[in-house]
């Protein structure tokens, strides 16, 4: 029986947990300092290490309903930044997280709710 925070399942706890470190700590920095100069790409950055947050709980707790949901916004996030952020420029003065899909971090945000709605359904129908 493999749960989904186990065996590979721990890399992709640990990657959302690094993610979740690295959003947040940017997200802070640029709310704090320089808000102004480009306030919804800062919220996003902060939305999207929320909502990294809530997956790497989420996963390592096994809490599937809410990780799979959690991937799912993720996703959404990630296709509606990434594509607002190549056709309207000028909306994202600064960079997100999930801005040009993902670019900034080698397109990472693209592949991981990809990757956990993956794990998270592949996980289910072993136990």
């Known amino acids: 029986m493999t749960g989904v925070g186990t065996g590979p ?3 992709l706890v640990a990657v959302y947990g ?64 990434g594509t607002l952020s190549v056709f309207d420029p000028a909306a994202f003065p600064r960079a997100t997280v999930w801005s040009g899909y993902g670019s900034g971090y080698l397109f990472i945000p693209l592949m991981l709710p990809v990757i956990g709605i993956y794990w998270i359904l592949r996980t289910r129908s072993s136990e």
């Open 18 to 81: 690094l993610f979740a470190l690295a959003a947040g700590a940017r997200a802070a920095v640029q709310l704090s300092t320089r808000f102004a100069e480009a306030p919804l790409a800062y919220v996003l950055s902060a939305v999207a290490a929320a909502v990294y947050i809530v997956l790497t709980v989420a996963l390592a707790r096994g809490a599937r309903r809410t990780a799979l949901a959690a991937c799912a916004v993720e996703l959404a996030g990630v296709l509606i930044v």
């Open 9 to 11: 399942g721990r890399v």
